[in-house]
Structure formats: C-alpha cells, structure tokens
C-alpha cells in the first residue's frame, strides 16, 4: 500500500464503493427477472401476447418472444448502467456524452436481436423435430457457435463500436512489432482504438487469429503513458497469445456451452418447472423464459469459478510480461499509472475480488512482481 499515497487509495476505495451497489443491483435484476417469468405463468403468457400481436403462430411467438426478453432484458438494465456510467463520470473516467451513449445502447440491443432471433428459431426447430433429443444437436451447435463468434469479434464487432487507425510509422511502432517478434508471435498491424471517445482509462490488447492477429492501443494510453509502460502493456496482452489463453478459453467456452446446453435439456424436461413454466414441454414456446431462467441460473453459479481462472490467467500473462522485458521497476511503475488513472481500488474486499474481479487486484501484482525480481 506505499505505492500509493493516502488520497489515491481513498480515491479508488470511494468509486468502488459508490459503483457497488449498482453493479450489484444490475447482477440481482439480471438474475431475478428471468427467474420471475420464467418459473411463473407470467413468462409463457408474454409469449402467447407477443406472438398474438404477429398472428399467433409458432413461430410468431418464438420469435416475438425472443425480442420481448432481448428487449426487456436491456430496459432493467438500463438504469443501472446509467447511474453506474454518472458515477464514472464524476470521477472523470467518461467522456462520452448521453447522445453516444444512447447510440452504443441501440448498437448493442441490436446485435442482441441480431443473435438473438436466429438462435430462438433454430433453438425451437430443434426441439419441435426432436423433442425429447434436441440437446445434442443443440449442445454441439452451440459449441460452432462459440467458436465461429471468437473468430469474427474482432472483425465484424469491435468496428461497430470503436473505430481503428493504424498507429504511425515510428519508434512505438517499431518496438511493439519488434516486441512480438521476439516472442515469437505473427501480428498483422498495430491499431489505435478511439477509446477516448468514451473513456479516459488505459488499455490495450491483442485480437484475432492468424493472419487476422493485430495489436490494438487504446488512444489514451498512447496519450499520457510513456513508450516503455505501453510496451509493458503490450508484452502482457502477448502473454495471453503466447500461452494460447484465447484459444484455450475459447475452447473451454465452447464446452462450456454445451455443457450448459446438456444441463438445460435436463431442466427443461423437469415436469414440475414445466409446470410452473406455463408450458406444455421444451417444444412449447411458452418454454421460452424458462429457458432464460434456467440458464441466467446456471451463469450466476459459474460466475465465480470463471473469475477465479482469469484472475490465473492474467497472473500468467503478467509473469510472462516480466519474462519477455526483464523490467520489473517499469513494470510496477505501469501498475501505479493503470491504478491511478482508472481510479481503482487496489485491495478490495475479497468477496468482491470473488464475485466481480477477472484480474489481480494490484497490490496483489506489484507483490508478485517484487517476488519475480527477488527470486
């Protein structure tokens, strides 16, 4: 804790605190909405209304009812995530104004629809062909899908929401390229992201497969830190390549997928949810929000688990940044500028590491830092 002064912990500790009971309010509503109408006639009922509205189909209602909960789903949460981006705001962390981000709402709700409708009809064709079997088909599609999804992110996603420049001809450049070669690893270019359009903190990150891998620096950390630190920044995001953390996650998020796939065939055949679903079986659509239900549930208890392995994940990369520059000083110098500037809490509670942290804290990564150089 003396790397920071007293104004910068009270700082980081105020904006945790004043962000907590919003980010907690957006995970309970998140969780409890789905669970309402989908363990209470209320789910199936909105269903047969939506559909009715499109002339009462099958597929009318699959499909109406897919957009009422992408839509109603973005609604609850709105306002947390309103009042989470005021408090950033007052903290000088946003840049971006109502209008933007407005915007960025509409982009996101619909891609939602965009995925969302598709996955709903194929989800119901699927369990109208095979009732009692549907899951299989179901669980490896899910698996492509996850897979298909990592790759094309960074192309067809990322440019929807922040736009790229390729960064100048220069020293930076050279050394980044020069970083990756050292590694061993095949980038394509080097990016600047618009970040500062909305925020003012620093990132930075590597996206892609293949021919398709480039390095992206977010323009406020070209802004205000110095060459060395982005590097630093840089060599952890390698890190990740290095390892093949994208393609093990993605790997592991496409089992994962399935899994969860094989776990909702189970629940959803269960009588009594049925039941108290307002549905007939998984085939009716008025099964919808028990779907939904289902699987907010089986995310909430996996949540936990998956921060825990990225937390070791980042840990890894921040080993192998230390490795590839052999700066430790610099290291823990880019750790206080990260901390500082995005106004963090450097030692939070440990049920909050548990439940929201998918990175060390960062006293926790300055420690293992001076460990690294001590050994």
């Given amino acids: 804790m003396d790397d920071f002064t007293p104004d910068q912990l009270a700082r980081g500790r105020a904006l945790r605190r004043a962000q907590l009971p919003w980010a907690l309010g957006a995970r309970a509503v998140g969780l409890l909405l789905p669970l309402v109408l989908g363990l209470t006639p209320a789910g199936a009922g909105l269903v047969s209304w939506a559909g009715g509205l499109f002339g009462g189909s099958r597929t009318a209602e699959v499909l109406a009812g897919v957009a009422a909960l992408v839509l109603l789903s973005q609604l609850a949460g709105l306002p947390f995530g309103a009042r989470l981006r005021e408090v950033r705001r007052g903290y000088g962390l946003v840049t971006q104004g109502w209008g933007g981000w407005a915007v960025d709402q509409l982009r996101g709700l619909a891609l939602s629809l965009l995925l969302g409708l598709p996955l709903g009809y194929g989800l119901y ?46 020293e930076l450049r050279t050394e980044l390229l020069e970083l990756a070669r050292r590694d061993g690893i095949r980038v394509r270019e080097v990016l600047v992201a618009d970040a500062s359009r909305r925020t003012t903190a620093l990132n930075a990150y590597v996206s892609g497969f293949g021919a398709t891998r480039r390095i992206v620096c977010y323009d406020t ?127 939070p509670p440990r049920w909050v590491v548990l439940l929201f942290a998918t990175h060390p804290t960062t006293t926790a990564r300055i420690a293992a830092a001076r460990a690294w150089t001590a050994a």
């Fill in 221 to 347: 950390l070209l802004a205000t830190a110095d060459p060395r630190e982005t590097e630093l920044v840089v060599a952890h995001e390698l890190g990740h390549v290095k390892h093949r953390d994208v393609l093990t996650g993605t790997t592991l998020a496409a089992l994962g997928a399935a899994l969860a796939v094989v776990l909702l065939g189970l629940l959803t055949s269960w009588q009594p949810l049925l039941t108290a679903a307002g549905a007939d079986s998984a085939a009716d659509p008025r099964s919808l929000f028990l779907f939904a239900a289902c699987g907010a549930l089986l995310s909430a208890v996996a949540g936990p688990a998956q921060c825990a392995a990225s937390r070791r994940i980042e840990s890894r990369a921040d080993r192998h940044a230390l490795e590839l520059t052999g700066d430790p000083a610099q290291f823990i110098a880019m750790q206080r500028r990260l901390a500082v500037t995005n106004v963090a809490d450097v030692d």
């Fill in 125 to 170: 064709a699927l369990t109208d062909r095979s009732p009692d079997g549907w899951w299989l088909p179901a669980a490896g599609a899910a698996a492509v899908l996850v897979v298909l999804l990592s790759f094309l992110f960074p192309l067809l996603v990322e440019p929807l929401f922040n736009r790229f420049t390729p960064l100048p001809e220069g």
